[in-house]
């Protein structure tokens, strides 16, 4: 880290740039409300003014959901730069060196991810792959770039899970106080943030895949795998069986594009498998709101639906925490990719994201890659109140979504 960037530890900080950090257990994670105390992550990894002004600018183009960024996208801004690069390719025989690991994560370069990535991740029909161009574009983005690489399709968000204590919410409103100098609007914003449950969230969408994954086993037309997945739902006694037959749930593998694509699902759901992916984000995103809601969170706002556990997450806009004191600002988003891990034990799993778009010959510097453990990666930031898990849909033929993942190498 350079010196010079002490001095800017509250810089703004924009879409692309993700987070990691050293956290306390699952249940502090999901129930702690000292959270806040962590800061923000320009508070705690320091970005110059410089830094801010091209994060921000990059990330113009990709505020539209489910619209990816190109290289020919890029929004410019007064002496702003594009100095994103894609890594160079990796020789596919060349083997990972170690990661740096320290508490719950463990960090490398995203040169030597690729290394890694090809030699665990990138198996298709068996056999080893080099990761592409394109993909390495992908990559290039940091957090949304890890996802976005292994998913294949930029991810849309629309098919989300979290889990919110609304009796722990109503309660904590009726027999507590704001705390000194904290106003109404901090006060439930904040208890609202501590009543949302990422452990159980994460639960949630680990279920609901699994039964998709059950009803994609043989189902060799749509009709069969809507058929055998409303049978694994009505034997479960699933409040999502009563979901519309258009609506996100039940459309979630037609729309998805690798579906549709000879060398992916070829229209034959049982050559897909259903995967999890998790982003964090402010809840206080309706700009023409409250501006308190902004800067404290929105109460009301992404909650799941208490019987199905769905989050509506169309009015996602990846809008940043509004700043309710001088020099602060906040980052907008974290992706974290799971992929279809089946350890038992959701504290042993191992969540995959990045610092910050790679930019190796510019003051951000080079991207690194994080292994974060679930406690490590469901605690977040200062920057968020919100923390889903997605489930999407990629050919059973990847291997970016292995059973195990075995934190740093070897």
Same mark, same amino acid.
């Given at each position: 880290?350079?010196?010079? %960037?002490?001095? =800017?530890?509250?810089?703004? #900080? @924009?879409?692309?740039?993700?987070?990691? $950090?050293?956290? +306390?257990?699952?249940?502090?994670?999901?129930?702690?409300?000292?959270?806040?105390?962590?800061?923000?992550?320009?508070?705690?990894?320091?970005?110059?003014?410089?830094?801010?002004?091209?994060?921000?600018?990059?990330?113009?183009?990709?505020?539209?959901?489910?619209?990816?960024?190109?290289?020919?996208?890029?929004?410019?801004?007064?002496?702003?730069?594009?100095?994103?690069?894609?890594?160079?390719?990796?020789?596919?025989?060349?083997?990972?060196?170690?990661?740096?690991?320290?508490?719950?994560?463990?960090?490398?370069?995203?040169?030597?991810?690729?290394?890694?990535?090809?030699?665990?991740?990138?198996?298709?029909?068996?056999?080893?792959?080099?990761?592409?161009?394109?993909? %390495?574009?992908? =990559?290039?983005?940091?957090? #949304? @770039?890890?996802?976005?690489?292994?998913? $294949?399709?930029? +991810?849309?968000?629309?098919?989300?899970?979290?889990?919110?204590?609304?009796?722990?919410?109503?309660?904590?409103?009726k027999n507590t106080s704001p705390r000194p100098d904290e106003t109404r609007a901090e006060f439930e914003g904040r208890i609202a943030k501590?009543?949302?449950?990422?452990?159980?969230?994460?639960?949630?969408?680990?279920?609901?895949?699994?039964?998709?994954?059950?009803?994609?086993?043989?189902?060799?037309?749509?009709?069969?795998?809507?058929?055998?997945?409303?049978?694994?739902?009505?034997?479960?006694?699933?409040?999502?069986?009563?979901?519309?037959?258009?609506?996100?749930?039940?459309?979630?593998?037609?729309?998805?594009?690798?579906?549709?694509?000879?060398?992916?699902?070829?229209?034959?759901?049982?050559?897909?498998?259903? #995967?999890?992916?998790?982003?964090?984000?402010?809840?206080?995103?309706?700009?023409?709101?409250?501006?308190?809601?902004?800067?404290?969170?929105?109460?009301?706002?992404?909650?799941?639906?208490?019987?199905?556990?769905?989050?509506?997450?169309?009015?996602?806009?990846?809008?940043?925490?509004?700043?309710?004191?001088?020099?602060?600002?906040?980052?907008?988003?974290?992706?974290?990719?799971?992929?279809?891990?089946?350890?038992?034990?959701?504290?042993?799993?191992?969540?995959?994201?990045?610092?910050?778009?790679?930019?190796?010959?510019?003051?951000?510097?080079?991207?690194?890659?994080?292994?974060?453990?679930?406690?490590?990666?469901?605690?977040?930031?200062?920057?968020?109140?919100?923390?889903?898990?997605?489930?999407?849909?990629?050919?059973?033929?990847?291997?970016?979504?292995?059973?195990?993942?075995?934190?740093?190498?070897?």
């Amino acid at each position: 880290m350079r010196k010079h %960037r002490r001095f =800017l530890a509250f810089a703004t #900080v @924009g879409a692309v740039v993700c987070t990691a $950090g050293l956290i +306390p257990s699952v249940s502090q994670a999901a129930d702690s409300g000292d959270k806040d105390e962590k800061g923000s992550y320009a508070a705690t990894h320091g970005l110059t003014a410089n830094d801010v002004k091209n994060i921000n600018a990059l990330n113009e183009s990709a505020l539209t959901p489910g619209q990816p960024p190109s290289a020919g996208s890029f929004s410019r801004t007064p002496d702003s730069v594009d100095d994103r690069e894609t890594p160079p390719a990796e020789p596919l025989d060349r083997m990972p060196d170690a990661y740096r690991a320290y508490g719950g994560r463990a960090t490398t370069v995203v040169n030597n991810y690729i290394r890694k990535w090809q030699q665990e991740y990138s198996h298709r029909d068996g056999k080893k792959q080099q990761m592409t161009e394109e993909q %390495r574009e992908k =990559l290039s983005y940091g957090c #949304v @770039g890890v996802t976005w690489a292994n998913s $294949g399709p930029y +991810p849309t968000n629309k098919l989300a899970f979290a889990y919110f204590d609304e009796n722990k919410y109503n309660n904590d409103l009726k027999n507590t106080s704001p705390r000194p100098d904290e106003t109404r609007a901090e006060f439930e914003g904040r208890i609202a943030k501590d009543s949302f449950d990422e452990g159980k969230g994460f639960k949630r969408a680990r279920d609901v895949a699994s039964l998709m994954n059950k009803a994609l086993e043989n189902a060799h037309d749509e009709g069969t795998y809507i058929d055998n997945l409303k049978t694994e739902l009505t034997n479960n006694n699933d409040a999502l069986l009563q979901e519309d037959t258009r609506s996100n749930f039940y459309s979630a593998l037609r729309n998805t594009p690798a579906f549709k694509e000879r060398d992916g699902g070829n229209y034959d759901p049982s050559k897909m498998k259903a #995967v999890i992916y998790s982003k964090h984000f402010w809840s206080g995103q309706n700009q023409r709101g409250l501006s308190d809601k902004r800067k404290y969170g929105d109460p009301e706002a992404f909650r799941p639906d208490q019987g199905t556990g769905l989050v509506d997450m169309s009015k996602d806009r990846s809008i940043p925490r509004s700043p309710a004191r001088p020099g602060e600002s906040w980052v907008n988003f974290d992706y974290g990719w799971f992929g279809a891990q089946t350890e038992a034990d959701a504290d042993k799993t191992i969540w995959t994201h990045g610092n910050h778009y790679h930019a190796p010959n510019s003051d951000l510097g080079p991207m690194h890659v994080y292994e974060s453990k679930f406690r490590n990666w469901s605690a977040g930031y200062a920057d968020f109140d919100r923390g889903t898990y997605m489930i999407t849909f990629i050919p059973k033929s990847w291997n970016t979504a292995p059973a195990k993942v075995k934190q740093g190498w070897p």
